[in-house]
């Protein structure tokens, strides 16, 4: 999808005879992007490496991923939301769903997992913020964290498997860093978030500092299937 503002003072060219969109409404179709594409796709991705799955496909097969990422987009993230006039979200859905089944994409777990320091702060701070501050907790945003935290920045003996071992970022290093005197999974993710690595603003939440640890404590104990039944039971229950 190729969204441009449309103000060109020369002439508009023909690109939408090719199917770009010519909009004067271009940041809506930037917040559809990163919070209904972007960042499902890293939850995905999160998900998919701790299971050791290589693929976004082979993640988004599981049924337990697949029901996470679009409880994640319908439930925390549409909400926060304003969509570009005449816009058709569940085609939109639709289209993601049937990108994410497809094999013959071959994008990687490790790919889309990687430089999540950089990706991340654009994609979880402001919805999480916008349900923080009405009283309910967004903990399909919070598995996120807590699933980023396990493949990049692993607590101390927590082996995240091959998949997400491979996972690159650029502020890896200084994380590992930040958490190395953490004992328990919570304390690691209070470490992390607390240095303001997604937004000063969400490391003064300590509700959701809290809920990150805790999920972050059960991918370590039980398994991410597990924190992702945690985050969804409870996500229902704040959307009922």
């Not at 979200?89 to 997992?113: A, F, K, P």
């Not at 939440?205 to 972050?216: I, P, Q, Y």
């Amino acid at each position: 999808m190729w969204v441009m503002e449309d103000h060109f003072p020369a002439g508009r060219p023909a690109w939408d005879l090719g199917g770009a969109i010519m909009s004067d409404e271009v940041g809506k179709y930037e917040q559809v992007k990163l919070r209904i594409l972007n960042g499902p796709h890293s939850l995905i991705a999160y998900l998919g490496a701790l299971d050791g799955r290589a693929t976004i496909p082979a993640s988004f097969e599981q049924d337990w991923i697949a029901e996470s990422t679009l409880a994640l987009i319908r439930d925390e993230n549409l909400p926060t939301i304003d969509l570009p006039s005449g816009f058709g979200v569940e085609g939109y859905i639709e289209d993601l769903t049937h990108r994410w089944h497809n094999h013959d994409l071959g994008h990687r777990t490790r790919q889309v997992g990687s430089d999540g320091s950089m990706r991340l702060p654009q994609r979880i701070p402001t919805p999480a913020l916008f349900h923080l501050e009405q009283g309910r907790m967004p903990a399909l945003l919070a598995l996120t964290v807590a699933a980023w935290f396990a493949c990049v920045v692993p607590p101390r003996g927590f082996e995240p498997g091959e998949q997400a071992r491979a996972m690159s970022d650029p502020d890896q290093d200084r994380l590992q860093e930040i958490a190395a005197r953490a004992t328990t999974p919570a304390e690691h993710a209070r470490a992390l978030l607390e240095s303001g690595c997604l937004s000063e603003q969400l490391a003064e939440r300590e509700d959701f500092v809290v809920a990150v640890g805790e999920l972050l404590t059960t991918i370590v104990t039980s398994g991410p299937r597990a924190a992702a039944a945690d985050a969804l039971a409870a996500s229902l229950k704040e959307n009922r």
